[in-house]
């Protein structure tokens, strides 16, 4: 729970932070590149559980919006190794699961499974990626209103925003109890299991509290329902041409073989 909750070794405001850089991507509007997302991540899904080459075709926009958007390779890739367990779990058992066999080239076979296993890795890197890149170019207030503009219920984006807002003071206020225990005389240790029970009790506690709180406070000032918007930016050119040129890349990367298509080209530029 000490490492869990420590500001030191998960600094989760980090994609947050950078979503207040200034770039070409950072200036597109916030619904441009939550629908451009929402387009890469379905292609992503859409490939067939054996097939783990054609989804990395879509690495190159994602490559190319880090390199336009000045975000540093370190951090995304940080943020999303945190997602390789998680992938693992889903498909460690393919190979064992299924077994057929299938030539993947001259003399090499290999059972299915470890290519629908391939496939688990690939799509779920990729589409963390996509994920993490939104949030590393748009604040999340903005993709919150992005998506109550494009028609999502109201009730579902404010408990959203609500959550990831927070998450943070619920991290933090984690970070001060342990502080608080360690200046009692714990020790830097690790809280044993019955300490851990008692202060994750503890947090529940506050959390209901803060809740309340928090929400008598939005009555005060007015809340309805529904948080209010910050501007009604309208669409640019910039941001269609954006979304369109992703639309006609995960189009093409779904229906054309391109991988196939570019190692013939290199075979054939070889002398």
């Not at 030191?8 to 950072?26: F, K, M, N, T």
């Not at 029970?197 to 000032?221: K, N, Q, V």
């Amino acid at each position: 729970m000490s490492r869990l909750f420590d500001p030191s070794a998960v600094r989760l405001r980090a994609l947050d932070e950078l979503a207040g850089l200034d770039s070409p991507v950072h200036r597109l509007d916030a619904r441009a590149k939550t629908a451009a997302a929402f387009v890469l991540i379905v292609t992503t899904v859409s490939f067939s559980k054996y097939d783990a080459v054609s989804p990395v075709t879509l690495a190159l926009p994602l490559a190319l919006c880090i390199g336009l958007g000045g975000l540093p390779t370190r951090v995304v890739a940080q943020r999303v190794a945190a997602a390789v367990p998680f992938a693992l779990l889903v498909g460690a058992f393919n190979p064992l699961v299924d077994r057929a066999p299938v030539t993947v080239l001259p003399g090499v076979t290999l059972a299915a499974g470890w290519l629908s296993f391939a496939a688990v890795m690939v799509k779920s890197l990729l589409t963390v990626t996509v994920a993490a890149l939104l949030i590393a170019t748009t604040s999340f207030p903005a993709i919150c209103d992005a998506l109550r503009r494009f028609g999502l219920p109201a009730i579902f984006v404010t408990q959203l925003l609500l959550l990831y807002r927070y998450l943070f003071v619920l991290v933090g206020q984690a970070s001060r109890m342990l502080r608080a225990r360690q200046a009692r005389g714990a020790g830097p240790g690790r809280p044993t299991l019955h300490e851990t029970a008692r202060l994750l009790g503890a947090l529940f506690l506050r959390s209901i509290d803060r809740a309340e709180r928090i929400h008598c406070a939005m009555l005060a000032r007015g809340y309805t329902g529904e948080l209010p918007s910050h501007g009604r930016s309208a669409l640019r050119v910039a941001d269609a041409l954006a979304f369109a040129a992703v639309l006609l890349f995960c189009l093409a990367a779904r229906f054309v073989p391109l991988p196939w298509l570019a190692g013939t080209l290199t075979r054939g530029a070889l002398p």
